[in-house]
């Protein structure tokens, strides 16, 4: 049974940054297509960056340019460096994985972007 556990979310300052982490086990995450997705109060979670095994980024909507995913397969770990935070980068940021038809979701960290 797959696992992942995300990490390092908190209140951050508009302009500042943070480092999140999700971490894998259970399985081998490193052949593995891991993404990332937010979901904002009031809003349905949405996909906002992808990292393949060989470490290819893609980034999707407003986070381009200011997030930036990268993975250490050895620590079966991915990271979101999140960098000029908004106000509405306020969300629960999971990361995911699918293995053969099921997705693996982990339970989520919460980043508040606020003065």
């Known amino acids: 049974q797959a696992q992942l556990v995300e990490s390092g979310g908190g209140l951050v300052q508009p302009g500042g940054s943070l480092r999140l982490s999700c971490t894998a086990s259970?399985?081998?995450?490193?052949?593995?297509?891991m993404n990332w997705y937010r979901q904002a109060p009031g809003k349905q979670r949405s996909l906002i960056g992808t990292?393949?095994?060989?470490?290819?980024?893609e980034y999707y909507g407003s986070v381009k340019g200011r997030f930036t995913i990268s993975r250490d397969n050895a620590k079966n770990t991915i990271y979101l460096q999140m960098n000029n935070l908004k106000p509405e980068d306020t969300a629960v940021y999971y990361c995911?994985?699918?293995?053969?038809?099921?997705?693996?979701w982990g339970k989520g960290t919460l980043v508040t972007v606020s003065s």
């Open positions: 995911h994985v699918r293995i053969s038809t099921t997705d693996y």
């Open positions: 259970g399985t081998i995450f490193s052949n593995k297509v």
């Open positions: 990292i393949s095994r060989t470490g290819t980024t």
